[in-house]
């Protein structure tokens, strides 16, 4: 059973809750943009409970008011020795505004979802205010936002290019990535006496040099410079030619120092901490954690995204796919970290054992939910690596996909007495389930996870991300050709007959992407009716720091190649690329007929807007227009119209 739990089974958050643990002061002060939620799956939580294991005094202030006296910066005094800032589990632009620019009218992370808790560029807003009122206090910033704004990067709320957060926040150091093992570090270093401006070979660390201060010399370590912020500024070629070196760095196990001049400052970035051991990572999940908001919201109404997670259980980090239009990797590196079992399990009981727990895990997964426990196979071969991806263009012969080890702990988690049955709400990569594609996978094993994961992980529909189904875009998505889809869609149907399941697939896809035209966007909408489905999980493409696309968004270059890269950007573009997903709906008709016209594809037309529609039903297998065996894909059949030649700008 769980323990019972009082007020100061959480942080501290206020002064009374301070002095009900008796602590006449406080070792370091945490603030954050979102709510506090106890929970591993909530960055403030875990550093707080990595603080508080090392025998620290920790308390967290969650969301601030930025808008009064700023009373919420000063309540709790001075830390002995550090603030902690982050702008929460999301880059705050990304919760405060969509796709459009628009503010959102909910904001996940804060009780009952209202907005207008979380300031916009919050990292940078908190980090001043406190240097500001404790100027000889130092300021750490970390969390996605000052993770993947460590760099001169593009902002696309305010369409310019930014340097390193760390000029505009004034903060004194910048932790990127998962913070526990550079925190660890910095902590030992200060408890030893070690004046903090002078740690500046912490892994995973950022400053900014004054230019009268020496570089700190590591001789273990190779340095880069990159084109400096005011170069960026007047150079997109430049600009993008940097995150080449920026991404290969970030995702090397024995990476770079980088450096980058900003203004008379000089940036530095430490290399990365390689990956986190199993007895590590298991170390930071096993922390004493509630798993519960702080109870000073239970009047205030849910928070929605605990509501989204808390039954649901992290197995590993990081990601290994490289998309261009995703930070996973950026942020928490393209090595997995996975969980033991041990500790998956205890987690899973302790949830099971929750008061109102239901006997349903809402996911067992991570970034992707299955890459667990997947290595390469040599390690010196993974040591001299510099691939953003593991698995584009094609999977890495060195890289061990066994799906074994993941099918055998999704049995053992439903072994639980408690547990009726647990969900995979993560993502997953349907390609490395295509024996086409991973070709050194054993096809037994694909098929039983795949089947495992329908038969008893799965209610009614399986979410997956082809992203797109034009072989160009795929390839700068670093996503794989959209004919493993309908492989996979393939071993979907058969395993879906032969358990007589009736589960739909449910494809996502993106618009608007680097390389995207409305031609392609029309091929995309035909291929889909083509195949049974009635697309509803879309989106259009966002530019966000550190990715790939972002910067061929902005610069109109592709950082590898430094050839140019055309990208819808006026929102007349991007409006007419959405519309293509919803072909269906009866006002966009004569938009698209007259569209196609223009085109020449009365091809595509054809398909998406026939003189006598045919009775046409949702993808379900037995209901489909064709079942797979028999449907021949839009882009193979024969009679089908060849496409005519781009023109490029």
């Not at 430094?562 to 269906?584: A, G, I, S």
């Amino acid at each position: 059973m769980q323990e019972e739990l009082r007020l100061s089974s959480w942080l501290p958050t206020t002064n009374k809750e301070v002095k009900i643990r008796g602590w006449e002061y406080l070792d370091v002060i945490l603030f954050s943009g979102d709510a506090y939620v106890d929970h591993p799956t909530f960055g403030p939580a875990v550093i707080g409970r990595l603080l508080e294991s090392m025998g620290l005094r920790v308390a967290i202030v969650p969301q601030p008011n930025v808008n009064d006296n700023l009373q919420d910066f000063v309540k709790l005094g001075k830390p002995r020795l550090f603030f902690g800032v982050t702008g929460g589990c999301m880059d705050p632009m990304i919760s405060n505004y969509n796709a459009n620019k628009k503010r959102r009218d909910k904001d996940a992370y804060t009780p009952n979802g209202e907005i207008g808790f979380r300031p916009d560029y919050a990292s940078t807003v908190y980090s001043k205010i406190l240097k500001e009122k404790w100027p000889d206090t130092p300021v750490l910033i970390g969390g996605i936002e000052g993770s993947l704004r460590r760099v001169t990067h593009y902002d696309y709320w305010s369409d310019q290019l930014m340097p390193t957060i760390l000029e505009t926040s004034k903060a004194d150091m910048l932790v990127y990535g998962m913070g526990e093992q550079p925190l660890r570090e910095i902590v030992r270093l200060l408890e030893r006496g070690v004046p903090f401006e002078s740690i500046n070979t912490v892994n995973q660390t950022a400053i900014l040099i004054n230019d009268e201060n020496d570089i700190p010399k590591n001789k273990n370590w190779e340095d880069v410079e990159i084109a400096s912020h005011e170069t960026c500024l007047k150079d997109k070629k430049a600009y993008a030619s940097n995150f080449k070196v920026i991404e290969q760095e970030s995702n090397k196990l024995a990476a770079r120092r980088i450096f980058q001049k900003v203004g008379n400052k000089m940036l530095m970035i430490n290399p990365p901490y390689p990956t986190m051991t199993e007895e590590e990572i298991d170390a930071s999940f096993d922390l004493p954690y509630t798993r519960l908001p702080h109870p000073k919201y239970n009047k205030r109404g849910p928070i929605p995204a605990y509501e989204m997670i808390k039954t649901s259980i992290n197995i590993h980090r990081g990601c290994f796919g490289g998309c261009s239009f995703c930070t996973i990797s950026a942020h928490q590196g393209k090595f997995i970290a996975s969980r033991s079992k041990e500790s998956i399990l205890r987690e899973v009981d302790k949830v099971a054992n929750m008061p109102d727990f239901k006997g349903y895990l809402s996911d067992i997964g991570g970034p992707s939910a299955n890459m667990y426990q997947m290595k390469g196979k040599v390690q010196a071969i993974c040591d001299k690596c510099v691939a953003p991806s593991c698995i584009s263009p094609v999977i890495c012969s060195n890289l061990d996909t066994s799906h074994k080890p993941l099918t055998e702990l999704y049995k053992a988690v439903d072994s639980h007495p408690k547990v009726k049955k647990s969900f995979i709400g993560s993502g997953i990569r349907h390609d490395m389930l295509v024996p086409e594609f991973n070709k050194n996978a054993d096809p037994k094993e694909l098929d039983d996870y795949t089947e495992e994961v329908m038969t008893k992980h799965v209610s009614g529909r399986l979410k997956v991300a082809p992203e797109h189904t034009s072989d160009p875009v795929l390839k700068l998505m670093r996503k794989p050709s959209f004919s493993y889809f309908h492989k996979f869609k393939e071993r979907f149907d058969k395993i879906n007959i032969k358990n007589k399941l009736n589960l739909q697939l449910i494809p996502y896809f993106i618009s608007n992407h680097p390389a995207c035209e409305v031609e392609d966007m029309a091929n995309l909408a035909a291929e889909t009716k083509d195949m049974g489905f009635q697309l509803e999980q879309v989106q259009g493409f966002t530019p966000t720091p550190m990715t790939v696309a972002t910067v061929i968004y902005y610069s109109g270059y592709h950082p590898y190649t430094l050839k140019e890269v055309n990208t819808p950007k006026t929102k007349k573009e991007k409006d007419e690329q959405h519309r293509f997903f919803f072909w269906y709906k009866d006002e966009n008709k004569a938009w698209i007929k007259n569209t196609l016209n223009k085109l020449g594809r009365q091809d595509l037309l054809k398909v998406l807007l026939p003189k006598k529609e045919e009775k046409w039903r949702k993808n379900k297998p037995g209901k489909t227009k064709h079942t797979f065996n028999d449907a021949v894909p839009f882009n193979q059949r024969k009679n089908k119209v060849k496409y005519k030649k781009r023109k490029r700008k």
